[in-house]
């Protein structure tokens, strides 16, 4: 059975950093691609970024290209997205998602099939 735990979200000062965890249970990372999604009040769920770490393939939304990182613990079975220089307008509930290497990428991302409870991210002084 597929399982994603989100965590590490919570209060940050503008510019400051944070680190997400996506635990996956019930599969290998390395047959599925996993992305970060979030949402903010009032707005649709957006693509942050995503992983297929068979294939040494990452993406990332312009608005967050260059803050923040993807990266996978294959030990741990664990994805990451290391945030930094936060923005107020980051603020949202963070999902990660995963569903099973189509191809040698990550997208598109409106495939993903599992998916995990949000963690809240906010971004305020």
């Known amino acids: 059975q597929v399982q994603l735990v989100g965590s590490g979200g919570g209060l940050v000062q503008p510019d400051g950093s944070l680190r997400l965890s996506c635990a996956a249970s019930?599969?290998?990372?390395?047959?599925?691609?996993v992305g970060w999604f979030r949402q903010a009040p009032g707005k649709e769920r957006e693509g942050v970024s995503c992983?297929?770490?068979?294939?040494?393939?990452?993406y990332y939304e312009d608005s967050v290209y260059g803050r923040f990182t993807i990266s996978v613990d294959n030990a741990k079975n664990t994805v990451y997205l290391q945030m930094h220089s936060l923005k107020p307008e980051d603020t949202a509930v963070y999902y990660c998602?995963?569903?099973?290497?189509?191809?040698?990428?990550?997208?598109?991302?409106?495939?993903?099939?599992?998916w995990g409870k949000g963690t809240l991210v906010t971004v305020s002084s």
């Open positions: 019930g599969f290998t990372l390395a047959d599925y691609a």
């Open positions: 992983i297929s770490s068979r294939y040494g393939f990452t």
């Open positions: 998602a995963a569903r099973p290497n189509v191809g040698y990428n990550c997208l598109p991302l409106s495939e993903y099939q599992y």
